[in-house]
Structure formats: structure tokens, C-alpha cells
């Protein structure tokens, strides 16, 4: 049967890789519709044969629904509802004693958002990107008609509007090396890192049909596995 909302014991449990997954699913589904038979969430807390039963009343069920979670003697459907918002919603404080983690930090979205984040309070920056700039007593020497000189002219422009930046070259995903990198920051005591935007990625665009494994793997790293580094070593935030 459907459910307005999960109850608490449906939504105890949550798999990260499996429901990352699930979104790559539901890309394959938009690009090979004649593929799609849908998506089925077990129940992580049921053993085999009830989850075989479960499975197997899923599939002769009338209702047509193509991406359910079972658990129990529930089936939870996919549903978007409209909800009533009581007041507004409160907006983000930022702090000005503290830094500001940003991931894919050289890229558009990073230095678009580090620039407007300063206009609301943020003071210092770490724009972590897995692509090294130059030391910055060259960085007079380049023409912005470069990548790289385009990307020291956004950390300008930053700097510029009152906050400190600073570069480093790290591959998130890299957990020993972001390991060091945030003992070391620590160490030379910076004010603490409070804040983390995750905009780092990878962008192997390709039809599912036609992808190799090491472009898909590449993709979660950057994003999937960077996230989870984070998590990790940033678990207050």
C-alpha cells in the first residue's frame, strides 16, 4: 500500500553508493527508455525469502509504480508534494571569524559563489582545486587571455572585495592527502574551517550506452567520494 510520508523506520537506514546508483538509473532510463523497468528499494532489515516476497508483490501489483522502497509490509511510491511553508525561511548566517572550505575551487561556480559569499559576511576562503595555479608572486606575469589568468583575476576580484583566498592544489577524493592538508592548516592557525560548499566534479559526458568504466568512476569520484572525505574528516559540520 502508499504512505503520505515514511515513517521513521523507513528512513533509518540510507545506503550512500546504492542510492547514488539510483540517480544514474534514472539518467540511463531518460536516455534508453525502452531499458526502463524500474527502480525497487529492498528493505535492508528483511531477510531474503521476505524480501523475494515482497519483491515478487511489488511486481504483480496493479498501480504501476516504477520506483518504489519497500519495507516491512509497506511500499513507499515516489511523490512530490507541495508543502505549506509557515513563514519564511531562514537564511544562512556566515561567519567572519572563520574560513570557508570551497571543492572545485577554480571553477566558475566556486568563484562566482566565493565572490558573493563575501558581500554576506565571508572573510577568508580555501578554493580547493585538483589543478595548481602559479606561485602567486608570478601571477602579475599572466595575461587573462589564459585560463589561468583568468581564474588569478577571479581570486583578484575576491580579495579585492575584502576577504583573504587561498589556493590549493588537492584532489578532495584524496583522503590521506586532505588528511594532511587540514592537520597543517590547523597547525599554522588559520581561523577554523566552518563552512564547506562541495562543488567539485567531473565532467565525462557521455550516453550510458557508450561509457567506458573509468569515465563513470571518475565522475563519482570527484563528487560521490569527495563528499564522503569530507564527511569524514569534517564531521561537525
Do not use: Y
Not at 199 to 204: K, L, N, P, T, V
Amino acid at each position: 500500500r502508499g504512505a503520505q510520508a515514511p515513517v521513521e523506520s523507513a528512513v533509518r537506514r540510507v545506503a550512500i553508493w546504492q542510492a547514488a546508483l539510483w540517480g544514474a538509473a534514472r539518467v540511463v532510463a531518460e536516455e534508453h527508455p525502452s531499458w526502463w523497468g524500474g527502480l525497487v528499494d529492498l528493505d535492508p532489515d528483511t531477510d531474503l525469502p521476505a524480501a523475494a516476497r515482497a519483491l515478487v508483490a511489488h511486481l504483480g501489483a496493479p498501480a504501476g509504480e516504477d520506483q518504489v522502497a519497500l519495507r516491512g509490509h509497506e511500499r513507499f511510491a515516489l511523490r512530490l508534494q507541495r508543502q505549506t511553508l509557515v513563514g519564511r525561511p531562514p537564511s544562512a548566517v556566515w561567519r567572519t571569524d572563520a574560513t570557508c572550505l570551497i571543492t572545485g575551487g577554480q571553477g566558475d561556480i566556486a568563484l562566482q559563489l566565493a565572490r558573493s559569499l563575501v558581500d554576506q559576511g565571508v572573510r577568508r576562503f580555501v578554493l580547493l582545486a585538483r589543478t595548481p595555479l602559479p606561485a602567486r608572486e608570478g601571477w602579475a606575469a599572466l595575461g587573462t587571455d589564459s585560463v589561468a589568468g583568468q581564474r588569478v583575476a577571479a581570486i583578484r576580484a575576491i580579495e579585492a572585495a575584502g576577504a583573504a583566498v587561498h589556493p590549493v592544489a588537492l584532489d578532495v577524493a584524496d583522503e590521506a592527502a586532505m588528511r594532511a592538508f587540514l592537520a597543517e592548516f590547523a597547525a599554522q592557525g588559520w581561523p577554523p574551517i566552518r563552512s564547506v560548499i562541495h562543488a567539485a566534479g567531473s565532467f565525462e559526458n557521455q550516453l550510458a550506452s557508450r561509457m567506458e568504466r573509468a569515465q563513470f568512476d571518475a565522475v563519482l569520484r570527484a563528487k560521490l567520494a569527495g563528499a564522503l572525505v569530507l564527511d569524514r574528516l569534517l564531521p561537525d559540520l
